[in-house]
């Protein structure tokens, strides 16, 4: 007889691996138990034939539920006496499984459950007329349904969940004790008899209840005719609370706008079926499974052509709701309530976060009804409500079909927080004093904030990244409050008995930023050296570590926004040349050596500062003075939008330099719309790229093959400007407007092939939010593919600034390497 210890690392709880480990070993006959520890799950195995052990392992491996993942596993034989003597003291007859240890000082790096999606076994049992889950919104099993919105901390157990409220009824607790049972061990368990309790806020702000939870259906149906009539309503979704409106009603479209102020910015629209999408959008086979998938997320689609009818929702809802833009952000319903309500409705739902703008979803009803249910200034009509807590509030995630594969654009419910383990080579620098195992904070960007944690073991040569779901914007004090509190319940997972101590804390380079004012704060609580990187080369960072590349000369092309340089500039158009041979710090000038920035677009003055990422007028005009011959000429175009005495004022800056100078792509396609007169002022961030997409495409639709690109240059690692400048005013002045946008995007892609052709590598690595255009994106793929060049952009993280604090840890890690 032989003892075996399993450890299986990954995704392996909160997803019915337990069950399914028990289940596993009673059909092999196998004694032991397994149980869930902190950073894992351990599996202990007494065997008599190594050949049943080795058809369990493959059934195992081969067989895991469908929302677990096994990032990686050890399987030993236990032989000391000691170990062998303390398993003994925990067999059984049978396997079975064993409590989760009350005080596992195992705090090591781990997965957290997803939130996923309600199973069809589940959506059955609630679609029945008569049963303990008859019409119940939290019908749920071990297969689905919350995770990580309700955790408190793990191991993943009821009495660490937001569950721990309820005590279950006598038939949930014998379904949650039976192997045998599809409720076997889900932590979320409730029914009927043990219920979770609906409210409703009506219009008068007076709670509607019902005295049994078999009545709290009639809630739901309540919300439903509010909704036929036009209502807004506030629903307590998973992660927080959504507003809710009838998107086939335009009316209540106009009103929602008008209420949230939110003149231009698409809503998401959730639809009761794929059938309903399909009628408004193209659907390929990867955005269907997309949609479908147990992660569930808005899935950004191209709506069909404008000649199209549908029976869902006419082409002036269509454009109400995605206003000049070609696509829609659909998605399907993921819980219970959300399908009992579509039960009694037929028409899709604007599905939009319950906020105000720049700060975070709202989780809780009184802070709810504080900042959105003010006298005068009431956003909702009504707020249906339920009373279990939200531990952590978490959006939906956002993906897209990009250059032929689904590529996040917000990491967030059903993908987040996301571990990433990677296997590096050994550290041949490390002394035999230095610390081997230590964990790297890093704290990201301002815009899109996110957070790593990095645990590297480099005796064991792996590190194994923990990155925070989306946060947002750190624009407020909302924001901020909940970028502390993913820290705080995030570094718990790290910390010892003396608190959470990384070995160093990582930030951008901009002292402005609140991410880098916090990262100094916590670097001098825990008494760690604190590290800051230029934020491009973070992003070129963040994707080399993605695809663990950082053993091989490459290329970076990162194109975004804003972000400050090394030079103190506004960066944004940049390539780097990324060479492992060199050492990685310069210890005088904190200026990163592995990465050489070898190119960058010609610089112009961003006139106004930060005021021109939505007065884009000032960037126009300052491209107009910087690149185009006799610019007086073209002061015509700016009457409209400033007083001659604004124009003088504006002059003088630009003279005297007062404004930083930019390099930014981002910054480029504000001009340009100003210039072609599609977009005057920008009233939500990307909204000039993705008018310039939409018209792109519709001059393809037109006219099917793409146009020859502006005329530019690549002297001394400076891309010109002015070619590219002067070719869209007089694409303007010939009113050929859609025929410039698609040239722009052309010229693009044309300058990103031109760049992989002089700096010659292996591979060429996309990063920054302007790779979050599709047609570019797919223009891209078309030139790379043609001309044999091989490339890589983010498929795991999202290219915009939520892949910062992974690029920064990164870095810090390659630094540590070396030292």
């Given amino acids: 007889m032989k003892i075996f210890q399993i450890e299986l690392f990954g995704i392996i709880q909160g997803v019915g691996f337990r069950p399914f480990v028990y289940t596993l070993a009673h059909q092999w006959g196998l004694k032991g138990y397994v149980q869930n520890r902190y950073s894992k799950l351990l599996i202990i195995l007494v065997v008599e034939n190594e050949q049943i052990l080795e058809s369990f392992l493959q059934e195992l491996f081969q067989n895991i539920p469908k929302n677990a993942s096994i990032h990686t ?116 368990n409730s029914c009927l008899q043990c219920a979770i309790r609906l409210r409703l806020f009506d219009e008068n702000d007076c709670i509607v209840t019902f005295p049994t939870p078999s009545e709290d259906d009639k809630l739901i149906t309540q919300v439903a005719q509010m909704l036929k009539k036009g209502k807004i309503v506030a629903m307590k979704g998973v992660g927080g609370f959504n507003l809710i409106a009838d998107a086939s009603n335009q009316e209540a479209i106009k009103t929602l706008r008008q209420r949230k102020n939110r003149p231009f910015k698409p809503f998401a629209v959730m639809f009761k079926s794929l059938e309903q999408i399909q009628s408004i959008a193209s659907v390929s086979a990867l955005e269907s499974e997309a949609l479908l998938s147990p992660a569930a997320p808005i899935v950004l689609l191209e709506k069909l052509r404008q000649n199209h009818t549908s029976q869902v929702l006419t082409q002036e809802c269509l454009e109400l709701l995605a206003p000049q833009v070609s696509t829609i952000g659909a ?74 594969k689904m590529r996040p654009l917000r990491l967030a419910r059903g993908f987040a927080p996301k571990s990433l383990r990677q296997i590096s080579s050994k550290n041949q620098h490390h002394t035999q004093n230095c610390e081997r195992s230590y964990t790297i904070l890093a704290l990201g960007a301002h815009q ?40 705080t319940f995030l570094s718990h997972f790290y910390a010892r008995n003396t608190g959470f101590k990384p070995r160093i804390v990582a930030c951008d380079a901009n002292p402005r930023y609140v991410s880098t004012q916090i990262a100094k704060e916590i670097a001098k609580a825990a008494d760690s ?96 003075w910087s690149f185009v011959p006799y610019p007086d000429s073209y002061l015509y175009l700016f009457e409209k939008t400033f007083t001659p005495q604004a124009l003088n004022l504006l002059r003088h800056s630009f003279d005297k330099k007062l404004d930083l100078p930019t390099s930014s792509v981002g910054r480029l396609f504000d001009g340009v719309a100003y210039l072609l007169g599609i977009l005057s002022r920008q009233s939500y961030e990307g909204q000039s790229g993705a008018m310039i997409e939409s018209l792109a495409l519709e001059h393809l639709y037109r006219h099917s093959d793409c146009e020859s690109p502006y005329e530019f240059c690549i002297h001394q690692g400076v891309i010109s400007l002015k070619g590219i400048v002067c070719g869209v005013i007089g694409d303007m002045l010939a009113g050929e407007i859609l025929k410039a946008c698609d040239r722009f995007l052309e010229t693009l892609a044309h300058i990103a092939l031109s760049l992989s052709q002089e700096f010659k590598t292996e591979n060429v690595y996309f990063s920054g939010g302007v790779f979050q255009n599709k047609l570019l994106c797919d223009k891209i793929h078309r030139l790379f593919s043609q001309n044999h060049i091989a490339y890589q952009m983010h498929t795991i993280l999202p290219t915009n600034d939520a892949n910062i604090s992974f690029g920064q840890a990164i870095y810090t890690r390659e630094i540590l390497k070396e030292r």
């Fill in 448 to 487: 899109k904030a996110s957070l790593t944690f990095l645990a590297c073991d480099d005796k064991k040569a792996f590190s194994e990244a923990l990155i925070s779901a989306y946060i947002g914007d750190l624009e407020s004090k909302d924001s901020i409050e909940r970028y502390y509190h993913t820290y």
């Fill in 331 to 404: 998605i399907l319903p993921y819980n219970g309530l959300m399908y009992l309500l579509f039960e009694k409705l037929t028409s899709p739902l604007i599905f939009t976060s319950a906020n105000i703008p720049h700060e975070s979803i709202i989780a809780d009803v009184d802070i709810l009804r504080n900042k959105l249910g003010r006298e005068g200034q009431k956003i909702y009509d009504a707020i249906l409500d339920y009373n279990r807590e939200i531990v952590n509030p978490i959006d939906d995630s956002i993906v897209r079909l990009i250059a032929g």
């Fill in 529 to 624: 050296d604190i590290l800051p990187l230029a934020h491009h080369k973070a992003h070129f960072y963040a994707i080399l570590g993605e695809y663990e590349a950082l053993s091989q000369r490459a290329l970076g092309i990162v194109w975004d926004g804003t972000g400050l340089g090394e030079d103190g500039h506004i960066w944004g158009g940049e390539a780097f040349i990324y060479n492992p041979s060199n050492p990685c710090f310069n210890k005088d000038s904190l200026v990163d050596n592995k990465m050489e920035r070898v190119a960058h677009f010609e610089e112009f003055t961003l006139l106004g500062g930060e005021s021109a990422t939505k007065e884009i007028a000032k960037v126009a005009l300052s491209l107009i």
């Fill in 73 to 188: 596993s050890k399987i030993q034989e236990i032989i000391q006496k000691n170990e062998i003597l303390s398993i003994q003291q925990n067999l059984r007859e049978s396997f079975y499984i064993l409590s989760s240890p009350t005080g596992d000082d195992e705090l090591q790096p781990t997965s957290l459950p997803y939130d996923t999606r309600i199973c069809e076994q589940c959506l059955k049992e609630m679609f029945e007329e008569k049963g303990r889950f008859a019409h119940y919104a939290f019908t749920t099993c071990a297969h689905c349904g919350v995770r990580y919105s309700i955790l408190k901390h793990l191991p993943y157990d009821r009495i660490h969940t937001s569950m721990s409220a309820f005590q279950m009824c006598l038939q949930c607790q014998e379904s949650y004790n039976n192997p045998f049972d599809r409720r076997f061990h889900a932590q979320p």
